[in-house]
């Protein structure tokens, strides 16, 4: 089964795209802070990560850099709020391999962890 992190420091938010991702056939662990993810990552190694840019303890781009430090391979989609544009350019720079404007957009979630996991989202079969 493979493993997404859901990285957010709002708690409703996480449980709305684990809740998600469950039901999609995926294996969910979460994470509340940019710490707890870089932590999280190393034991874990999840397939794909989701996760939100403005945390408290470590913000979501150092979090970023310090797993694809670890992970050169690592799949990590973020989320932004609007108006984060200048941010989501470092965050793709960094290596992020997608974002995600909120609000929550099931569809637009489904799609993008398809894509970065390079699976075909509509037919659920490996490329
Ligand atoms: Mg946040």
């Known amino acids: 089964m493979l493993k997404i992190m859901v990285v957010d420091d709002a708690q409703f938010m996480r449980l709305r795209v684990s809740k998600l991702l469950i039901k999609h056939g995926y294996e969910v662990v979460e994470a509340g802070d940019g710490a707890a993810a870089v932590q999280t990552y190393r034991q874990l190694k999840p397939d794909a990560v989701l996760m939100d840019i403005t945390m408290p303890i470590k913000d979501g781009l150092t979090a970023l850099s310090e797993i694809r430090q670890f992970d050169p391979q690592a799949k990590v989609i973020m989320l932004t709020a609007l108006g984060q544009q ?15 404007v909120k609000p929550f957009d099931p569809e637009r979630i489904m799609k993008s962890v398809q894509k970065v996991l390079k699976r075909n989202y509509e037919l659920g079969i490996r490329n």
């Open 86 to 100: 200048a941010i989501v350019l470092k965050a793709m720079q960094a290596g992020a391999k997608d974002f995600l």
